[in-house]
């Protein structure tokens, strides 16, 4: 794995960089991104570049790894919302080229869906991560099987706890979601994962320098041939 440890607004640079590099090479590359707080700089630095016409996604199509179950993408805390606001309504991406999953799916052989449409798009790319900070990559938090696919999971009481900012109150926050699965990560040609914060300082410990284990779900990246760590200063602390 390929660290790379700057300031938040250096390595949200740097990262952008590699979006560049992608589809440069590869114009109708398939993207995976991430929703959270993490990825908001580089959803900054792609918008800038798109705007200065120094990148296009026009070619491109995105799949996002995850969504809230129960929710819409009229809601103003869906993940759907979440990009269209903060990504897809400022670039070139065209918008019936990007898919998140469906809150409303009801059953996990339905979620697997995602999986087949992302196989027939011919596999992700670059898959975009945040982490958790209990490990978690996309919803799938400790214990998720290693050879899981999209699938319907109930959110972790930490997890609940780290979005409630997000909601009203906690009560709003949904006790499950739908995600990709750790096997559609691992699926991803290359891997761009990203934490920010003193918070993640610990997991990211544990995620680089600890066992590969379901209960550091992110560990399992250890065993990826492509995956780059954008940390700024304060997340690598302790490394
Ligand atoms: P954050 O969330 O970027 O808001 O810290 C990351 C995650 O939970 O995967």
Known sequence: MKVIIDSAERIAELA?????????????????????????????QLTKLVQRGELSFAQASSFNLDEYAGLDGEHDQSYRYFMNHNLFYHIDLPIE????????TDSDESAAKYDEEIQAAG???LQLLGIGNNGHIGFNEPGTDFGSLTHIVQLT???REANK???ASIDDVPTHAVTMGIRTVMNAKSIILMAIGSAKAPIIKATLQGAVTPDVPA?????????EIYLDNEAAALL
């Open 97 to 104: 080229r990007t898919r998140v999953p469906s809150g409303m």
């Open 16 to 44: 952008a960089q590699r979006y560049t590099q992608l589809l440069s090479r590869k114009p109708d590359a398939v993207l995976g991104f991430a929703t959270g707080s993490t990825p908001l700089g580089l959803y900054a």
């Open 219 to 227: 560990s399992v990246l250890q065993l990826h041939p492509s995956v």
């Open 165 to 167: 900012r997000f909601f």
């Open 157 to 159: 009481e930490s997890t």
């Open 123 to 125: 596999g992700i790319d």
